[in-house]
């Protein structure tokens, strides 16, 4: 797993010989939230130190951890639904029987009439989708269909994105602090680039058939201090929406790994996608090479040269 990306990664540290190190993490509670404190090397090679609480209030209500998807548990929750639905029915009208089956639902209506069959029929059936999605729902799951058009369940990224940008103000305020007002977006970019370069990787098995194994929401991430390119990529898009908030950004799904996309205009050099209608300046959270604002490593460039991917707005 992986190993384009491992290799292209390689070859730009012996050519670039530009690695992030983290010297220092530390977490603590205190009253009012939770403090984390970072040290760490940038893409310069100078030492960087950042501190932020985050709001215990907010983090009460943020989820901690992303559990595997199972289909049998999947499918067990539906069953417990089906057969609430199945018992508004008048047995003198019809028999319904609803039973599990390892990863699928069966069921078997006989009713009086055809037509009270098909009705029957049809309110299990949507009865079984709504309770499908309920269920993705409740565990933060979401459907994702590939560009290889395969059907699969991964982590809902974006809803992570969404949901956690207000409680990150404070670690992104912290980042924008040490960056010149006047400076271009990319200076405060670069610099919580590497940040999160520096935290401990994590690899990520393939996104379709790994159900969610080994992605860790921001809080999670935060920590355990550390995280895969899925985790750093939502952690990181969380953070830039706030400082962003009106900016569009996609995120961008490879067969084994994640980056960001961020509607700045770019600069020459700089690694870009186009999709309707916008340019995207593109960045390499994962590390642990210091990749800069608009640098990506040589495998993600050829994925996405062949169309190896797929995007998710982050509204």
């Given at each position: 797993m992986y190993i384009r990306f491992l290799l292209s990664l390689a070859l730009f540290l012996i050519v670039n010989a530009a690695v992030a190190e983290q010297l220092n993490f530390k977490k603590s509670r205190l009253d009012e939230g939770q403090r984390f404190e970072y040290k760490w090397l940038d893409s310069e090679g100078t030492s960087r130190h950042i501190a932020f609480t985050l709001d215990n209030s907010k983090l009460s209500t943020a989820p901690t951890e992303q559990k595997n998807y199972r289909p049998e548990l999947a499918m067990r929750y539906v069953t417990v639904e089906l057969l609430k639905v199945a018992r508004q029915f008048d047995p003198r009208d019809a028999n319904v029987k609803i039973r599990q089956q390892g990863d699928t639902v069966l069921t078997n209506v006989k009713a009086r009439s055809e037509e009270k069959l098909k009705v029957i029929q049809g309110q299990l059936a949507l009865a079984k989708d709504q309770a499908y999605d309920d269920y993705l729902d409740k565990h933060y799951f979401t459907r994702y269909r590939t560009f290889f058009n395969e059907e699969a369940i991964k982590p809902d990224h974006v809803r992570y994105m969404k949901e956690m940008t207000e409680s990150l103000i404070p670690l992104s305020q912290a980042f924008y602090e040490q960056v010149n007002t006047q400076a271009d977006a990319r200076e405060y970019f670069n610099l919580l680039l590497s940040w999160v370069q520096s935290i401990p990787y994590d690899a990520l098995d393939?996104?379709?058939?790994?159900?969610?194994?080994?992605?860790?929401?921001?809080?999670?991430?935060?920590?355990?201090?550390?995280?895969?390119?899925?985790?750093?990529?939502?952690?990181?898009?969380?953070?830039?929406?706030?400082?962003?908030?009106?900016?569009?950004?996609?995120?961008?799904?490879?067969?084994?790994?994640?980056?960001?996309?961020?509607?700045?205009?770019?600069?020459?050099?700089?690694?870009?996608?186009?999709?309707?209608?916008?340019?995207?300046?593109?960045?390499?959270?994962?590390?642990?090479?210091?990749?800069?604002?608009?640098?990506?490593?040589?495998?993600?460039?050829?994925?996405?040269?062949?169309?190896?991917?797929?995007?998710?707005?982050?509204q």
């Amino acid at each position: 797993m992986y190993i384009r990306f491992l290799l292209s990664l390689a070859l730009f540290l012996i050519v670039n010989a530009a690695v992030a190190e983290q010297l220092n993490f530390k977490k603590s509670r205190l009253d009012e939230g939770q403090r984390f404190e970072y040290k760490w090397l940038d893409s310069e090679g100078t030492s960087r130190h950042i501190a932020f609480t985050l709001d215990n209030s907010k983090l009460s209500t943020a989820p901690t951890e992303q559990k595997n998807y199972r289909p049998e548990l999947a499918m067990r929750y539906v069953t417990v639904e089906l057969l609430k639905v199945a018992r508004q029915f008048d047995p003198r009208d019809a028999n319904v029987k609803i039973r599990q089956q390892g990863d699928t639902v069966l069921t078997n209506v006989k009713a009086r009439s055809e037509e009270k069959l098909k009705v029957i029929q049809g309110q299990l059936a949507l009865a079984k989708d709504q309770a499908y999605d309920d269920y993705l729902d409740k565990h933060y799951f979401t459907r994702y269909r590939t560009f290889f058009n395969e059907e699969a369940i991964k982590p809902d990224h974006v809803r992570y994105m969404k949901e956690m940008t207000e409680s990150l103000i404070p670690l992104s305020q912290a980042f924008y602090e040490q960056v010149n007002t006047q400076a271009d977006a990319r200076e405060y970019f670069n610099l919580l680039l590497s940040w999160v370069q520096s935290i401990p990787y994590d690899a990520l098995d393939n996104r379709a058939q790994s159900n969610g194994s080994g992605f860790a929401p921001p809080i999670q991430l935060l920590n355990e201090n550390r995280g895969d390119c899925d985790s750093k990529s939502v952690l990181i898009a969380s953070i830039a929406r706030a400082f962003l908030p009106d900016t569009a950004m996609v995120l961008v799904l490879l067969p084994e790994h994640a980056l960001l996309g961020i509607a700045l205009t770019p600069k020459k050099g700089e690694a870009t996608l186009k999709a309707d209608g916008k340019t995207y300046v593109l960045i390499e959270p994962t590390g642990p090479a210091l990749f800069k604002f608009g640098e990506i490593a040589e495998s993600s460039a050829k994925e996405i040269a062949k169309g190896l991917y797929t995007l998710e707005e982050i509204q």
